[in-house]
């Protein structure tokens, strides 16, 4: 199954193409905020919350609507890395999977913004619990591949740390969450594991690009 398009992969192009959208629709949705935003104060969700953003959370939630159709791509190109291992083998199969329930619960984090707010924590719980599986299950499988760049997983590996702080603070402060404007800098976190993720996957697909995966 390769998914190509002339010289780059498909997973290649998307990658990149995701994080583009995502990061120029948020920051148009900040841009629209209509009071002075912190992150490290505020929910990045709070910009899809049509009460506290009436224009730019249309912005907010059709950005996470697309990148994560986008990201469904990404995922299943993958596979144009066919390990030679059967071990690898699994581990790709696995995070690619995992990979598109991720995507998945990014579109619907854009369908149920903030407003639908029970909807909203199960599909944004479901990006942050699957966000640190998906990459360990990746670089372990490509990780001995001799096109795979050292440095990608590195930098998977801080990704995994900050997604992974970030959910231990939220379980210390359980209530955390139904306070759109909390006293402490959680958000910030938020705010890192989804860009520091976004930009893994693009850093990933620049791998691709760079060894004509």
Request: positive net charge; glycine residues 8%; charged residues 5%.
């Amino acid at each position: 199954m390769e998914l190509k398009y002339h010289k780059y992969s498909l997973s290649s192009i998307t990658g990149l193409v995701a994080v583009v959208v995502f990061t120029v629709f948020t920051f148009i949705s900040l841009a629209l905020y209509p009071v002075p935003y912190n992150p490290l104060y505020e929910w990045l969700s709070n910009l899809g919350n049509i009460n506290l953003n009436p224009i730019g959370s249309y912005f907010f939630n059709w950005g996470c609507i697309l990148t994560g159709l986008i990201l469904i791509i990404f995922f299943v190109g993958l596979y144009n890395w066919k390990p030679v291992k059967t071990l690898s083998k699994i581990f790709l199969i696995i995070g690619m999977g995992l990979g598109i329930l991720a995507s998945i619960s990014l579109i619907m984090v854009g369908v149920y913004p903030e407003i639908y707010i029970q909807q909203h924590l199960i599909a944004a719980a479901g990006v942050f619990i699957l966000l640190f599986i998906i990459i360990i299950f990746l670089n372990m499988a490509l990780f001995y591949n001799p096109k795979f760049i050292r440095g990608v997983a590195y930098f998977g590996f801080l990704v995994i740390i900050i997604d992974l702080c970030f959910q231990y603070l939220l379980s210390v402060n359980k209530n955390i969450l139904s306070n759109l404007n909390p006293t402490s800098p959680v958000p910030g976190l938020e705010w890192a594991a989804v860009f520091t993720s976004l930009a893994w996957v693009g850093i990933l697909a620049l791998n691709m690009i760079i060894k004509r995966i």
